[in-house]
């Protein structure tokens, strides 16, 4: 008789005694590790870096116009011959009646296009399909968030090297310090409600002013670093009451007053965006005819193709992207400090 047991299929009329040796300690170890794999309860959540874009709220997207290299506006300065006020008087005699004169003039701005390819191996394609997950829709997924972080910098910041700037550092907006308040600066976390709420009625009637009292250039938007932001809505306006200093501030700034609903917005370009490295306000009209960007083309996927080279596919991501365009500087203000 042989020495050694075996064992059997249990479908197998061979008699005990033939066959495969018993598993061996080696094969018990080795069976359990791939029992425990198969026990694995796999999250189907793929989790995407963490991330924000704010630009869509804080400034108006214009789409459309193709594939053009710059955009234009026409301005218009009007002017009379003569000045106005008593010089308007007329009469019967009169032989030097004044002329209305118009000036016009352009802007100019540049666009650029945004372009990223998404190279696909032909061996990852093949695997996608056996583990279910589309790898082309993890590249576009990727794709479109790199897009996004490129919109939000174009809208704040621009892209100096192309000599393009964004709604909180254009050097042609005017900037000033906010006052100091009781307490012997400027910031925020050191100034009463009534403080902080005169600085924010002090920014939008500056703004006002430059903009020659027109009610249509009321500031509507405010920008403030994210510190700042949670400053005002965890802070009540005092012990006794329940308004925050946040609601203070949304009821009882100027600008309401005027007509127009002030919106508070946290923007993490503010931080540090001030002269001397300051925390920065930015106070200005969200409005198409005031200040607005443009996405010409928006991204698409124009043109995939094999590439042998590299055993891959590979697809050609474009948009056109204009930068940010300030209509008018008077209504739109920088306030540092806070």
């Known amino acids: 008789m042989p020495d050694k047991t075996y064992v059997l299929g249990s479908n197998s009329n061979i008699p005990r005694g033939f066959g495969q040796p018993i598993m061996t300690h080696d094969a018990i170890s080795g069976g359990l590790a791939f029992l425990v794999s198969e026990l694995e309860k796999l999250d189907p959540t793929l989790r995407e870096p963490l991330t924000s874009v704010t630009y869509p709220r804080d400034i108006p997207i214009e789409t459309g116009g193709g594939w053009v290299s710059n ?128 600085d924010v009625n002090y920014a939008v009637t500056m703004n006002w002013m430059a903009s020659e009292y027109d009610t249509s250039a009321v500031a509507n938007h405010v920008l403030i670093d994210p510190e700042n932001y949670a400053y005002l809505v965890s802070t009540k306006v005092s012990g006794q009451a329940d308004k925050t200093i946040l609601t203070f501030l949304q009821d009882n700034n100027m600008a309401k007053q005027k007509g127009a609903d002030l919106v508070i917005c946290e923007c993490r370009y503010c931080i540090g965006t001030g002269t001397g490295g300051t925390n920065r306000m930015i106070v200005y009209r969200n409005e198409k005819r005031f200040i607005s960007a443009s996405l010409l083309a928006p991204l698409s996927r124009a043109m995939t193709g094999p590439n042998i080279a590299n055993a891959s596919y590979d697809s050609l991501y474009v948009a056109n992207v204009g930068q940010v365009k300030t209509h008018y500087y008077q209504p739109i203000g920088y306030f540092d400090g806070i």
């Open 71 to 198: 955009e234009a506006n026409m301005n218009v300065d009007y002017g009379v011959s003569g000045g106005s006020g008593d010089a308007a008087f007329g009469s019967g005699a009169a032989n030097a009646i004044r002329i209305m004169q118009a000036n016009l003039d352009k802007d100019l701005y540049p666009t650029h296009p945004y372009e990223v390819v998404a190279q696909i191996k032909f061996i990852d394609q093949q695997r996608g399909n056996v583990t279910g997950r589309s790898i082309q829709q993890l590249y576009d997924d990727g794709i479109r968030l790199d897009f996004d972080k490129h919109m939000d910098k174009n809208s704040y910041l621009g892209y100096e090297r192309y000599g393009s700037y964004g709604i909180v550092n254009n050097p042609n907006v005017a900037a000033t310090s906010v006052p100091a308040g009781a307490g012997g600066t400027t910031t925020w976390k050191s100034k009463t409600p009534d403080e902080i709420l005169s």
